[in-house]
């Protein structure tokens, strides 16, 4: 199993690390057009590996996407993270052209590679690596969903006083501060609604912070964060990776699946070898329906800019 992760940076390298650690893939290429330093990421990583306990080969390249070539899965993390008070949509000037050259050249030098797409704004970069590269739907995932879902979880454990591994909690739609659509419904205390234990209040408190998750770091760190999204990416590639079948939310180019088509907005999906196995359709309450629909238009906005 060779994984790629072009852009060395914060998410990128946080990401190699955690494929590394969990040690299931023979290689993981990192790659930045930063002179030197995907080598000098790659080499530290390399030298945890007898302090950690694994196997994994990490190299590093300075855009040379030949070392890239025969990756069965790859990761995009290049492109300009967001600063204090921004949102993710206007950082799409600079990404897209990052993302459109960065995803040609990988299914260049990789042609049956699966994509994970986690440069922002994420559901129009993962709608644009589609229209770039044209490889089958299942073979595109795009990764904001897993890690809004863990923020979530975060927060309802911290409302419920719960450990976390008791907490359950989904986050659809699109990746964005209003586009997240936190299935509060369906969240669980070892399988006892939230609701039983929170009061509607509490619950949408929970809610409010998962949305501004991302927003409240970046105004602490001064950046985006990293070590939940690079977890989240490595839990993407390890369920494709080992065919885990495992269900995440990602985003995933739709064809009338929840009424709409024609753009990459956060649904469940099973991922497995063959990336995504398969569209999980729940059943929405109207008012979730009203609020997917609502993040969808926000989506397709940002794709008009593309
Ligand atoms: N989808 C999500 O849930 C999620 C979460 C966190 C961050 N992000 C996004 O991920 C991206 C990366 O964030 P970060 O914090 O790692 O940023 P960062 O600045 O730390 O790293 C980005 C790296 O990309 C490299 N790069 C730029 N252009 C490149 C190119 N053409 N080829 C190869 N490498 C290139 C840069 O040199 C840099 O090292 C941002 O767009 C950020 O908004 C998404």
């Not at 852009?7 to 990192?30: N, Q, T």
């Not at 000098?40 to 855009?63: C, E, P, R, V, W």
């Not at 994970?116 to 990764?143: C, E, F, Q, W």
Request: proline share 4%.
């Amino acid at each position: 199993m060779k994984v790629t992760v072009v852009g060395a940076g914060a998410v990128g390298a946080s990401c190699a690390e955690y494929i590394a650690i969990k040690d299931f893939a023979s290689e993981v290429v990192l790659l930045d057009i930063k002179e030197g330093y995907a080598e000098g990421k790659a080499m530290d990583l390399m030298q945890t590996a007898s302090l950690n306990g694994f196997d994994t080969k990490i190299t590093g390249s300075t855009s040379d996407y030949s070392k890239t070539a025969g990756s069965d899965i790859a990761v995009i993390t290049s492109g300009i993270p967001r600063k204090p008070g921004m949102t993710r949509e206007e950082l799409i000037g600079i990404n897209a052209g990052i993302v459109k050259s960065v995803a040609a050249s990988l299914v260049e030098h990789s042609p049956n590679v699966i994509l994970i797409v986690v440069s922002n704004p994420m559901d129009t970069m993962t709608y644009l690596a589609h229209k770039v590269t044209g490889l089958p739907k299942n073979r595109i995932i795009g990764m904001g969903g897993a890690l809004d879902s863990a923020r979530f979880k975060y927060r309802l454990a911290e409302a419920l006083e719960a450990p976390i591994s008791d907490v359950d909690g989904m986050v659809i739609g699109g990746h964005s501060d209003k586009g997240m659509v936190p299935l509060t419904r369906l969240a669980t205390r070892n399988s006892v609604p939230a609701s039983e234990f929170l009061s509607e209040e509490r619950l949408q408190q929970v809610l409010e912070d998962t949305k501004v998750g991302g927003a409240t770091l970046t105004k602490l760190l001064g950046t985006s964060a990293w070590y939940a999204p690079g977890a989240a990416v490595s839990g993407l590639v390890q369920a494709i990776a080992c065919d885990q079948k495992k269900i995440f939310p990602c985003s995933t180019l739709l064809d009338g699946e929840y009424g709409l088509s024609d753009l990459c907005i956060g649904v469940p999906v099973v991922l497995g070898r063959n990336g995504i196995e398969k569209i999980v359709e729940i059943n929405l309450s109207d008012a979730e329906k009203a609020h997917l629909e609502e993040s969808a238009a926000g989506v397709k906005k940002t794709n008009s800019l593309i």
